[in-house]
């Protein structure tokens, strides 16, 4: 059974930093390119950051470039995302989220029950 | 503003069927990248629904139906249920930004 777990979230204040982990579980997780989305309250999933299966390629959202960095360690079957001068609009849940495919752009098959990331004073 | 565009809500009976529509650019759909949707029930993480545009993954029952065309997705519900009360996401590679996007969401109430 696929599972991902979400760790890291928590309060922390406008420009600071926080480490999400995701600990990937069920599938072979150094074959699949690896996502992570948030979603705000009360909002909509918003695409944040993508990491290829052997970790050489990466993306972030516009929003989030400069600030964020996605990482991945294949030897112990997790993901990070590393955020920095966090703003209050980047509160949200944040799911780690699959391919469905060892290929690109298939569609995202699983998702973590996310990890709460609060931004405030 | 979603690069992905959907109708905020769509609402029907029990036993109807429903669209909800995905509408996007030459930079996206229209570039032929695959349309995906996705099932968020109340409380819960989202769920995969539709992929490769039509595509259901085991499980998710034939009542759902997905199409493209053009710069446009679209997602049927028939035979609508209670349970089918749901946020619903509209998601696909948009080349422009070089990365993945989603549509702002719809709200599908079961009168």
């Known amino acids: 059974e696929v599972q991902l777990v979400e760790s890291g979230g928590g309060l922390v204040q406008p420009g600071g930093s926080l480490r999400l982990s995701c600990s990937a579980s069920?599938?072979?997780?150094?074959?699949?390119?690896m996502h992570w989305v948030r979603q705000a309250p009360g909002k909509g999933l918003e695409y944040v950051s993508e990491?290829?299966?052997?970790?050489?390629?990466?993306f972030h959202a516009d929003s989030m470039k400069g600030r964020f960095t996605i990482s991945r360690d294949n030897s112990k079957n997790k993901l990070y995302l590393q955020m920095s001068s966090l703003r209050v609009e980047d509160t949200a849940l944040y799911y780690c989220?699959?391919?469905?495919?060892?290929?690109?752009?298939?569609?995202?098959?699983?998702w973590g029950q996310g990890a709460l990331v609060t931004v405030s004073s | 503003q979603s690069v992905l565009t959907q109708p905020p809500s769509v609402s029907g009976a029990p036993g109807q069927r429903v669209t909800i529509s995905c509408t996007g650019s030459?930079?996206?759909?229209?570039?032929?990248?695959?349309v995906h949707w996705y099932q968020q029930l109340p409380g819960k993480n989202p769920k995969l629904l539709i992929y490769?545009?039509?595509n259901r993954p085991s499980g998710v029952p034939d009542r759902f139906s997905g199409s493209k065309s053009g710069t446009s997705a679209s997602l049927a519900i028939s035979g609508l249920q209670a349970e089918d009360e749901a946020d619903y996401y509209c998601?696909?590679?948009?080349?422009?930004?070089?990365?993945?996007?989603f549509g702002g969401g719809t709200k599908l109430t079961v009168l």
């Open positions: 989220v699959k391919e469905r495919e060892t290929s690109s752009w298939t569609g995202f098959d699983y």
């Open positions: 069920g599938f072979t997780f150094s074959r699949y390119s």
């Open positions: 990491i290829s299966s052997n970790g050489v390629y990466t």
């Open positions: 030459s930079s996206n759909i229209g570039a032929n990248y695959d």
């Open positions: 490769g545009n039509t």
């Open positions: 998601h696909s590679y948009d080349y422009s930004l070089s990365g993945s996007v």
